[in-house]
């Protein structure tokens, strides 16, 4: 396979190029692109180096909040980080082997595609892969695939523990384009497969991401991530659960519970969060929350065991933050 390579100076000439040339692809760590390339999935005409955009900072306005560049790494350990927000960096710590977050960046793990085997193996059918193909995993095994949110066009999930997190911390994702600054709440900026699962985010063919933002939230300095995995590391998520909650006086003000592994973007459960507003953060509360996380849960075939994990991963994230 041939492309050209370009090492793009500024945010422009990257957005130049995107515009220019519909195989283009852009490139930072590169550690889901290169697997991507390899099993043959993709095959780039163009590959934009955005290493050098100078967009890998954390800055922390007056305001309040944080924003950090799309380029800074995955291995990010900023001590005032942990401190507001924790649920971020234990999210970020289960998500890779050390040398991977090393590479990996926030906008290439926002956009990273999913690990559905019928997606990654070109011999099966997959319309998040060739549009109108059809999707061989809403007949195959499901004991990996979504339980919320799936359609009979695609049943895969989102692989990603940071935007669990972010879903957790109501995050924005700020995007370039050559005409517009845009700022998309994350709930927003992952779509639901619907019928037409190729298009997995909000992002525009010509628009980069630039960074991420960070409310000053009172919930998010009280955060836990819990995964649960096949394997003790570096695998991903079977269910995962960001919660952040918000005490006054003993009873819980408000709270934010997201779900990761379960759907094909960060799952929101407003129901478990209702569970806990006005309630002491106890053992029955938290019971309570668990359960309602698993409203609407719709597992495929053999997918009826991430139904309970959710109960348990959300009981335990919960428990762990008391």
């Known amino acids: 396979m041939s492309f050209h390579y370009t090492r793009a100076r500024h945010v422009s000439e990257a957005?130049?190029?995107?515009?220019?040339?519909?195989?283009?692809?852009?490139?930072?760590?590169?550690?889901?692109?290169?697997?991507?390339?390899r099993d043959g999935i993709v095959a780039p005409t163009h590959l934009v180096d955005v290493?050098?955009?100078?967009?890998?900072?954390?800055?922390?306005?007056?305001?309040g909040g944080v924003r950090i560049g799309a380029l800074c790494r995955n291995a990010v350990d900023d001590p005032r980080l942990r401190r507001a927000y924790p649920v971020l960096v234990e999210a970020l710590r289960s998500g890779a082997s050390p040398q991977i977050r090393n590479r990996a960046s926030f906008g290439g793990n926002l956009l990273q595609q999913t690990r559905?085997?019928?997606?990654?193996?070109?011999?099966?059918?997959c319309n998040r892969r060739a549009p109108g193909a059809g999707c061989s995993a809403a007949r195959g095994d499901g004991h990996l695939q979504a339980v919320f949110g799936a359609s009979p066009h695609c049943v895969a999930v989102h692989p990603s523990d940071l935007a669990v997190a972010l879903q957790a911390l109501d995050a924005v994702v700020v995007t370039e384009g050559p005409r517009e600054r845009r700022r998309i709440p994350v709930d927003r900026f992952?779509?639901?497969?619907?019928?037409?699962?190729?298009?997995?985010?909000?992002?525009?063919r010509d628009e980069v991401v630039t960074a991420v933002e960070l409310p000053d939230a009172p919930f998010?300095?009280?955060?836990?991530?819990?995964?649960?995995?096949?394997?003790?590391?570096?695998?991903?998520?079977?269910?995962?659960?960001?919660?952040?909650?918000?005490?006054r006086g003993g009873t819980v003000r408000s709270a934010r519970i997201a779900l990761g592994g379960v759907a094909?973007?960060?799952?929101?459960?407003?129901?478990?969060?209702?569970?806990?507003?006005?309630?002491?953060?106890?053992?029955?509360?938290?019971?309570?929350?668990?359960?309602?996380?698993?409203a609407g849960a719709r597992p495929g075939r053999g997918g009826g065991h991430k139904v309970e994990l959710v109960r348990r991963v959300v009981r335990q994230a919960l428990t762990e933050l008391g």
């Open 15 to 37: 957005l130049r190029i995107l515009a220019g040339d519909e195989g283009a692809r852009l490139v930072a760590g590169g550690t889901d692109l290169s697997t991507l390339v």
């Open 51 to 63: 290493n050098g955009l100078g967009l890998d900072g954390i800055e922390w306005p007056r305001g």
């Open 116 to 125: 559905c085997a019928y997606f990654r193996l070109p011999e099966f059918a």
């Open 190 to 204: 992952f779509r639901l497969p619907g019928a037409t699962p190729h298009i997995t985010t909000e992002l525009r």
């Open 220 to 247: 998010a300095r009280r955060s836990r991530y819990v995964k649960f995995r096949e394997r003790a590391s570096y695998a991903f998520a079977l269910v995962s659960a960001a919660v952040a909650v918000e005490e």
């Open 264 to 294: 094909a973007k960060p799952w929101r459960s407003t129901a478990a969060e209702q569970a806990l507003v006005g309630r002491r953060l106890d053992e029955a509360a938290i019971a309570a929350a668990g359960d309602a996380a698993t």
